[in-house]
């Protein structure tokens, strides 16, 4: 059995690839298409398109979604991403899935850092927390 897998992994790297120390996904958009929460674009000539991804994870789709949109009651940074979101003038499905689209990427980055989340280290939500604290001391 480790003969097998031995010369599977000598096979691999002869095309310059170790599977061992790869990721499984080269950028968190290609994590966010297999989620669902990122829309397909058809183009063709002048034409362009943007449709809802329904080639997907159902499941995935519906977890990311679900955490994304309790992250949001939280979080000031992931509600002030929804909250832009309907400001734009999407709509309560559509906000959450750019909100899920937002929190994959920081699930990414902390996968491929291999630590746990730490909104300190998050630059967007550190700066949005400075920016309330002055503002609360602003008031006072």
Known sequence: MVAVLVDVLDRVRAFGVHPLHEPAYEH????????????????????????????????FRRAITIYADNSRHASPWAAQIYNDARA???????????????????????????????????????????QQSRQIAARR
């Open 28 to 59: 968190p958009d290609s994590v966010a298409a297999l989620a669902g929460v990122t829309p397909v674009t058809s183009q063709s000539g002048k034409h362009r398109a943007v449709y809802f991804r329904w080639a997907c994870n159902k499941r």
């Open 88 to 130: 734009a003038g999407k709509d309560h499905p559509h906000a959450t899935r750019i909100l899920a689209r937002a929190r994959i990427r920081v699930i990414y980055r902390c996968w491929l850092d291999r630590v746990p989340y730490d909104p300190a280290r998050h630059g967007a939500a550190a700066a949005l927390a400075e």
